[in-house]
C-alpha cells in the first residue's frame, strides 16, 4: 500500500455543523489534517476528494484503478442505494473500505442496509472520525483474496 484515497460523499462538507450527536463536532477538513498526517507516519500518500454529487464520486471511483492501491470510502445516504457506486467499487479493482461516523446499525432501520458492503473488504462504523484511521488500517492489512 503506497498511494490511497479517502473520498467522502454527500453531506459530509459539512461535518462539524451538522448533527453534531452524530458526527462529533470536527469539520471534515480537520478530520483530513488528522488523516494526512497519520498516513505521512505510516509512509503513506494520500489524497482526498469529497463531492455531494453520485456522478463525480462514481468518475473518482474509476481514478482508483489505475491511480491509488486502495480507498477509504464513506459514501453518506448513496450507502443505502446506490448500486452505481457499488458497480464502480467492483470496477475499479481496488479494495475499498467502507466507512462511517456514526453506527449506521443503531440509527434509523433504513441507515443499517449497505448496497456498497459486498463489494468492500471491510466496513468500520461508530467510532466518529477513527472510523477513517481504522479504514487506513484495513486496508494496509489487506493481502488480498
Not at 57 to 63: A, P, V, W
Not at 70 to 99: M, R, W
Amino acid at each position: 500500500m503506497k498511494k490511497i484515497l479517502i473520498m467522502n460523499g454527500p453531506n459530509l462538507n459539512m461535518l462539524g455543523f451538522r448533527e453534531k450527536q452524530h458526527y462529533g463536532s470536527d469539520t471534515l477538513q480537520s478530520i483530513n489534517d488528522e488523516l494526512r498526517e497519520y498516513a505521512e507516519s505510516l509512509g503513506l500518500e494520500i489524497d482526498f476528494f469529497q463531492s455531494n454529487h453520485e456522478g463525480e464520486l462514481i468518475d473518482k471511483i474509476h481514478t482508483v484503478r489505475t491511480e491509488y492501491d486502495g480507498c477509504v470510502l464513506n459514501a453518506g445516504a448513496y450507502t443505502h442505494y446506490s448500486y452505481a457506486i457499488l458497480d464502480a467499487i467492483y470496477a475499479a479493482q481496488k479494495p475499498f473500505v467502507e466507512v462511517h461516523m456514526s453506527d449506521i446499525h443503531k440509527r434509523e432501520p433504513f441507515r443499517a442496509v449497505s448496497v456498497i458492503s459486498p463489494a468492500c473488504i471491510g466496513q468500520i462504523c461508530g467510532l466518529g472520525k477513527k472510523s477513517y484511521f481504522a479504514g487506513i488500517d484495513k486496508l494496509i492489512e489487506y493481502k488480498g483474496e
